[in-house]
């Protein structure tokens, strides 16, 4: 059975830093893997889709890496703003999704 | 194509009662996929069309939920006799064939049953 970990459960840092949010998974076989962002009492807004095939994928301030072999993914965020305070969610899986717990980010200026 | 759109955004009723929620789905996807969330955890699978066809059900959806996708278009989710522990948000998404495909997801129906 899947099981997706998302760490750490909470982070909380000054605008401009650096940073980096990890999801592990037990089983290497999947299709592809997710990061999504939510909003408090909002929906999920996909950030990035790496697909089985990739190893990384880029959009503007966001890297996410894949690494099947053992079992890890990485959400980038460079240079982070006081808008990026949310809930990430990493996914993985192909007809469902299976998802982490989420880190909660809280960015203050 | 502004989206998954979902409809109510929020319901409140009481314990017993029935509940409809409904999804449009992006356009073109074939794929629509029902999630129900609680607070401080992450989305959690229910079920999945490919068009009309209902092709998984979760063990979490019990004899009181029943979803339809009657024209592979929209969808709705039904809840009956509900109970306190279906309070939760429920999730709808979308993808193009599912596989190595992005999911996209609405904004979600945040049940409360009281």
């Known amino acids: 059975k899947q099981e997706v970990t998302q760490i750490p459960a909470a982070l909380s840092v000054p605008e401009g830093e650096n940073l980096v949010l990890n999801c592990s998974f037990t089983?290497?076989?999947?299709?592809?893997l997710q990061w999504f962002r939510q909003d408090p009492g909002k929906g999920l807004t996909s950030l990035l889709l790496?697909?089985?095939?990739?190893r990384e994928q880029t959009s503007g301030r966001l890297n996410a890496s894949l690494d099947k072999s053992s079992g890890r993914s990485t959400l980038y965020i460079a240079a982070s703003q006081p808008g990026d305070s949310a809930t990430y969610l990493c996914?993985?899986?192909?007809?469902?999704?299976?998802f982490g717990t989420g880190t909660r980010l809280q960015v203050f200026p | 194509d502004t989206g998954v759109s979902q409809d109510p955004r929020h319901k409140i009723t009481k314990r017993g009662q029935n509940v409809t929620f409904r999804c449009d789905p992006i356009?073109?996807?074939?794929?629509l996929y029902w999630y129900r969330q609680t607070l401080g955890q992450g989305p959690e699978f229910l079920t999945y069309?490919?068009?009309?066809?209902?092709?998984?059900k979760s063990r979490l959806l019990s004899d009181r939920f029943s979803a339809e996708r009657p024209k592979g278009s929209f969808s709705t989710l039904e809840i009956q006799r509900t109970e306190q522990g279906d309070s939760a948000m429920y999730l709808c998404?979308?993808?193009?064939?599912?596989?190595?495909?992005?999911?996209?997801f609405g904004q979600g129906t945040r049940l409360t049953v009281v």
């Open positions: 089983d290497s076989a999947i299709y592809n």
């Open positions: 069309f490919q068009n009309e066809a209902q092709l998984e």
């Open positions: 356009s073109e996807h074939n794929r």
């Open positions: 998404a979308s993808s193009f064939l599912g596989g190595e495909t992005e999911a996209f």
């Open positions: 996914a993985v899986g192909a007809d469902k999704l299976i």
């Open positions: 790496i697909q089985s095939s990739q």
